[in-house]
């Protein structure tokens, strides 16, 4: 999936979530915090690709990325659930020691970026290529398991049919949080 379809699919699953979580009230800093995190998890299991948008972020960032993408191949072993573990782990610690607990919730922030990455591998198995899993094996796996079904990145069907679609969801999960 390309990097906007990611951030759509990401955000239709934080307002999936949000909606049936019961959470009615967040401070503004707590949601624009969430969103923003969100997106980052979305972009975060590319981490190895020198294109990611998250390099454009650091300065020399797009160097770092492309020596990272010399040790680490595309949809290794950040789209697995080894990767999901240690972004989990990683991720924990940086938003407990970025946030202050008195103006934003951290356990929301938090758990905002892990759907995030979970949404991006979800997004991912439904491509050709599929995802490792079982990162170090060499296994890839896809939904539907059936490889010419699924995804081609890019392509027409995800411009034309997986945007709007999520997109619409999105708006669903929304409309449904907005009226309780």
Known sequence: MIA?????FAFASLAGVAVYSGKTEVSTATFFA???FNTIGALLPDIDQASNRLWDLIPGGESIGKALGVFMKHRGISHSFLGIFLIDK???WLVTNLFNENFVDVGLVYWSLVIGVISHIVADSLTEEGVPLLYP???NFGLPPVKPWRIKTGGWFE?????PVTGLIAIYFVSLYLRR
């Open 34 to 36: 969430c969103l923003i």
């Open 90 to 92: 990683f991720s924990y």
């Open 4 to 8: 906007r379809t990611h951030s759509l």
């Open 159 to 163: 411009n034309l049919v997986v945007m």
């Open 137 to 139: 094996l060499k296994i």
